[in-house]
C-alpha cells in the first residue's frame, strides 16, 4: 500500500503561480509513473501531466508551457509548479503513482481567480 499526500493548493489569481508537492509514504520502486490529475466541478478527471522514474515526461495540451512536472526520486516527491494560472486551471488536484496498480492522493483545491 503507498500513501500518498499533496500539499500546495490555494488561491491565487489570474496569471499568478502555485507548486504542489506529493510525498509517498514509503520507498517506490522504478519502474513507476508519477503523475497529477485535476477534476472540475461537474466534470471529468483529466490528466495533466506525468513523469516516469527516468524523466520522461508529458503534458496536456491545455497546460503545455505553463506547467512543469519534476520529481525528487530519493524522497519519492512529485512537484508541479504551475504558472500563467487561468481560471479555468480551478480543480481538485489528484496526485497519482502507477506501480502495479494506480494509487491516488486524497486531492488538493486549486482556485484561480479572475
Known amino acids: 500500500q503507498v500513501q500518498l499526500v499533496e500539499s500546495g493548493g490555494g488561491l491565487v489569481q489570474a496569471g499568478g503561480s502555485l507548486r504542489l508537492s506529493c510525498a509517498a509514504s514509503r520507498t517506490i520502486f522504478s519502474p513507476n509513473v508519477m503523475g497529477w490529475y485535476r477534476q472540475a466541478p461537474g466534470k471529468q478527471r483529466e490528466l495533466v501531466a506525468t513523469i516516469t522514474s527516468g524523466g520522461s515526461t508529458n503534458y496536456a495540451d491545455s497546460v503545455k508551457g505553463r506547467f512543469t512536472i519534476s520529481r525528487d526520486n530519493a524522497s519519492h516527491t512529485v512537484y508541479l509548479q504551475m504558472n500563467s494560472l487561468k481560471p479555468e486551471d480551478t480543480a481538485v488536484y489528484y496526485c497519482?503513482?502507477?506501480?502495479?496498480?494506480?494509487?491516488w492522493g486524497q486531492g488538493t483545491q486549486v482556485s484561480v481567480s479572475s
Open positions: 497519482t503513482v502507477v506501480l502495479v496498480i494506480r494509487y
